[in-house]
């Protein structure tokens, strides 16, 4: 699992321990020295810590202008047993709420597995983004058969075309203005 990297090729338009206010600024870290585990597996020292033990992220993209965020994200989805959510919500998606971030985009294509709780912080993200939106992309199949089970629908977009999305070709901007549009178009039929 310390082969698997987050994206980089966009930390010449954004890099989160450069941004004032981002949740990560300032942090330093060793790029060849694996620090964090999934139990026991290292992975790449580039993912970033947040609380969970089983869960890592890496903000690729913030636009304060546009109110976005790209996030990539790695491990497992853990809610029964470490609260996964609960440690997302309170020590990255808050700061970037207090920031005025109201979209937020999670890449999952390295989410191995989403073991759910109940939904309660997942409605209370939603709730504070009154204009904005939550979308699941590359999430794999069946962590989404795990979100239908507790209709995690009702508070973000996923599945369908998010599933097959070629994020990587595009530059995060363009990105962001393609799955905006797309939020658009199913938000406001």
């Known amino acids: 699992m310390q082969n698997i990297e987050p ?3 966009w930390e010449n338009i954004y890099k989160a321990n450069e941004d004032v206010n981002s949740p990560f600024y300032g942090q330093v870290f060793d790029e060849y020295l694996c620090r964090n585990t999934i139990y026991d597996h290292y ?8 609380g969970s033990s089983t869960l890592y992220l890496k903000i690729l993209y913030i636009n304060y202008e546009l109110n976005c965020c790209i996030i990539e994200l790695m491990g497992e989805w853990n809610d029964c047993l470490y609260n996964d959510i609960m440690h997302l919500k309170r020590n990255i998606i808050e700061h970037l709420e ?3 971030i109201q979209k937020f985009v999670l890449i999952g294509e390295n989410i191995l597995n989403f073991h759910y709780s109940d939904d309660s912080y997942y409605e209370d ?5 009154e204009d904005g939106w939550i979308m699941a992309v590359n999430f794999r199949e069946h962590v989404m058969a795990e979100f239908d089970k507790i209709n995690l629908n009702y508070y973000m977009l996923y599945g369908g075309q998010l599933s097959a999305v070629k994020w990587r070709t595009l530059s995060p901007l363009k990105l962001f203005e393609a799955l905006d549009n797309y939020a ?6």
């Open 7 to 9: 994206y980089n090729r």
């Open 184 to 189: 658009g178009r199913i938000l406001n039929p």
């Open 125 to 129: 993200w939603f709730n504070d983004i």
């Open 43 to 50: 992975i790449h020292p580039k993912w970033d810590e947040f």
């Open 98 to 100: 207090d920031n005025g």
